[in-house]
């Protein structure tokens, strides 16, 4: 009997928020606090936070709704609520800079009804700060260009330009902590072509990213063994001198371009003192040798957009046959899932063991909080653990400034659209691993090569001397994003190619690995993030061309074969750690596969679509059955969800026939499921 458990669920939220909310009306206060404790049992979203924090102000202590809303917005960084009503704690307290700071912020994320009313508190609070600081322009200018900064802000995806579109080439970042890195130019052209990027050319050259520190005067390290020491001066003509075992090295403001890392090379342990007439950026010492770890490389072969199901129907030995012969030797998941529909929150998803839910990063356009603090992030994990960890790629979902510089030693990064792809990112993680050939380490490279296809973007050379002029003519498909790009048959032959020419590339660092490794000591997955929508003619987006990505394993400890056992992407944390022999991370969403040593299998995946201006759907997955949930009203920016009108389908796998009326409490089971999945972000009308 079908019970509408969301339905359910929601109306008893419904109800005790209007309860609540007349207490509010009424200045009941024992009672409100008694409704937002029965609420804080039932579900802690964006709701709760805004009881919270009007109940305290309400008793007059400001200091805990203000730790109550800085909280909540840890959690919802977009929510228009929480942004206004810290602002208005903000100016209560007199604090009249933060205060328009935030009402900005709840004027940006605000939704067309609610513009108005955060632009009257934005405009009001600009005349009150000129009334206060009239004639005090030093005070007040800072205050209205850092105002004007909040509103230019974009997303992190323009990097090594910052979210105002000021370049960060040789701009120290995070002064002052463990995580301080630079990044500077990577193989500029030669001479005085380029010293800096801008909006044009950072598509043209790329990026090194280096943990060290910024030293104006004098630096002294420890070296305690062989070690390469970056160093990229900050400004020309820059003296600097190097003292170590009283043996002195001066290069002059010449002899060291600044528009690039240099590594210098010390043979000898000591303590090396730096000389300078100007800032530089001290890199990290690398020692060349580490103590062997039991893996002594763990490689993430990251290849954005395949699907798993086009690799089945047209054969993995066929499409990818050096990457079939590769991991023969290891082990195959023909039923992993992809947590969401895009790159953005996938990857996020694999590098923190979480669901979008958890991580918060979705939105394509905002600048979000970075990560949970506390949490470690996969390569932090082996960074403690003492790997020489890199990441190189061309994907501008996951640069420093997304929060990836976290935990990585080393990223080399050029915009995909710049031209960087496979060939050139194979070769640089060969060069790498061929530098620091006796240390531990592990890597990630992110491939984006099928994503000419979405695009429509002119192929390389061999595809198109492969593709017919039939298919060559421009159907005009694309969507609003890749992700929305169309049904169409003409990109199918492209994708194909595409996938084939990065196996065909793949060969070589598959060679390298072989020839300097032995299997035990290593750990090499190929992995992907979503599928394409353009494979598979269905309305409902989260079919599973798009959610059933590739998931192979090889190296000491993994079993040979193929496995149908339910995988997710939020698996693969737990999985790299527990053949590395590093400890388990408790508080994640993923969990050991059975069929990697884990305790328990899967019994279906959930794959879920967070993403403003369209429609919360999920796709739940098990051996009979796909059930597709779709609610009825698009998301907003603070990527709340309307659970008041929604559809559900239990689709047969086999017939492809709706059984929702034959399997009543199965379809219950999968919206409890869905329910405890959201609730957090349930949007309240």
């Known amino acids: 009997m079908r ?24 200045n009941d206060l024992p009672a409100v606090k008694e409704g937002i404790e029965r609420y804080s049992a039932i579900v802690k979203d964006a709701n709760l936070v805004s009881f919270q924090s009007n109940y305290f102000f309400l008793i007059g ?36 800079s933060e205060s328009l700071f935030q009402y900005i912020r709840a004027m940006k994320y605000a939704s067309d009804d609610k513009r108005d009313l955060a632009e009257g508190y934005v405009n009001r609070m600009i005349e009150l ?53 630079m990044t500077n130019l990577y193989k500029p052209p030669l001479g005085d072509l380029l010293h800096d990027v801008n909006g044009a050319t950072r598509y043209l050259v790329g990026s090194e990213t280096l943990k060290g520190k910024l030293a104006s005067v004098e630096q002294t390290i420890s070296l305690e063994a062989e070690s390469l020491v970056p160093i990229s001066l900050i400004e020309q003509n820059t003296d600097i001198e190097f003292e170590m075992n009283h043996k002195n090295y001066l290069f002059s403001g010449k002899d060291l371009a600044f528009e690039r890392f240099h590594y210098l090379r010390f043979n000898e342990s000591g303590t090396l003192n730096i000389r300078m007439n ?37 054969g993995l030995k066929s499409v990818m046959p050096n990457t079939y012969a590769y991991f023969q030797k290891g082990m195959t998941v023909s039923n992993c899932y992809a947590t969401s529909e895009w790159t953005f929150p996938s990857v996020a998803s694999m590098s923190t063991g979480n669901y979008t839910t958890n991580h918060g990063l979705f939105h394509p356009e905002f ?54 792809e496979t060939p050139s990112i194979v070769t640089e993680a060969i060069e790498h691993l061929e530098t620091f050939k006796e240390k531990n380490n ?42 929305l790009t169309s049904y169409d048959t003409n990109k199918h032959n492209k994708y194909l190619l595409e996938i084939k020419r990065i196996d065909f590339y793949l060969q070589t660092l598959y060679s390298y ?116 949930f779709e609610n009825g009203s698009p998301i907003l920016n603070d990527g709340l969800v309307d659970l008041g009108d ?40």
């Not at 019970?3 to 009424?26: C, D, G, Q, T, W």
């Not at 890597?443 to 429509?456: C, R, T």
């Not at 698996?571 to 596969?593: C, R, V």
């Not at 559809?647 to 329910?675: A, H, M, R």
């Open 3 to 26: 019970r509408y458990p969301l339905k359910r669920h929601l109306a008893e939220v419904l109800e005790l928020n209007r309860s609540i909310r007349e207490a509010f009306e009424k």
């Open 61 to 96: 202590n400001l200091e805990e709704a203000q730790r109550v809303l800085k909280e909540g917005l840890s959690k919802f960084p977009l929510h228009f609520d929480l942004n206004l009503n810290l602002g208005i704690i903000y100016e209560v307290q007199s604090d009249l």
């Open 129 to 181: 700060l000129e009334q206060t600081y009239q004639g005090q322009n030093e005070i007040l200018a800072p205050i209205i260009e850092k105002a004007k900064g909040i509103i230019s802000e974009t997303d992190q995806r323009n990097f090594p330009l910052d979210i105002n579109g000021k370049s960060e080439i040789r701009m120290s970042q995070m002064i002052g902590t463990r995580e301080e890195y």
């Open 278 to 314: 100007n800032p530089v950026f001290v890199g990290k010492p690398i020692p060349l040798k580490d103590p062997p770890l039991k893996k002594r490389l763990v490689f993430n072969i990251f290849v954005d957009g395949i699907s798993h199901t086009f690799l089945q129907k047209h």
């Open 367 to 420: 600048k979000q909080s970075i990560f949970v603090e506390g949490s470690l992030l996969l390569q932090e994990h082996f960074k403690k653990a003492g790997y020489f960890t890199a990441q190189i790629g061309g994907d501008w979902r996951v640069t420093p400034s997304h929060g990836y510089y976290k935990g990585f030693d080393r990223i080399i990064y050029k915009n995909f659209a710049g031209g960087f």
């Open 442 to 483: 592990y890597m990630w490279i992110s491939l984006a090569d099928v994503h000419h296809v979405p695009d429509e973007i002119e192929m390389n050379l061999s595809t198109q001397a492969q593709t017919n002029i039939e298919e060559r003519v421009n159907r005009r498909k694309k969507g609003a994003t890749t992700v």
């Open 513 to 628: 690995i072989e020839n300097n490794y032995k299997d035990d000591e290593v750990l090499i997955v190929l992995l992907s993030d979503h599928g394409q929508s353009f494979l598979d003619d269905t309305r409902f987006l989260l079919n599973e061309t798009r959610s059933k990505v590739p998931f192979m394993i090889r190296g000491g400890g993994v079993p040979v074969g193929e496995s149908e056992e339910y995988m997710e992407l939020v698996d693969l944390m737990p999985t790299l750690l527990h053949y590395s022999d590093l400890p388990a991370e408790e508080k994640i969403d993923g969990q050991l596969p059975k069929v990697f040593g884990g305790d328990k299998e899967r019994k279906f995946t959930y794959t879920e679509a967070i993403h403003p201006n369209q429609t919360y759907k999920v796709l739940i997955t098990d051996d009979e059955h796909t059930l597709c």
């Open 646 to 685: 929604y559809t559900v389908q239990l689709i047969n796998k086999e017939t492809g026939c709706d059984e929702s009326d034959e399997f009543p409490e199965k379809v219950n089971e999968y919206e409890d499921i869905i329910w405890n999945h959201i609730k957090r972000h349930i949007k309240l009308v």
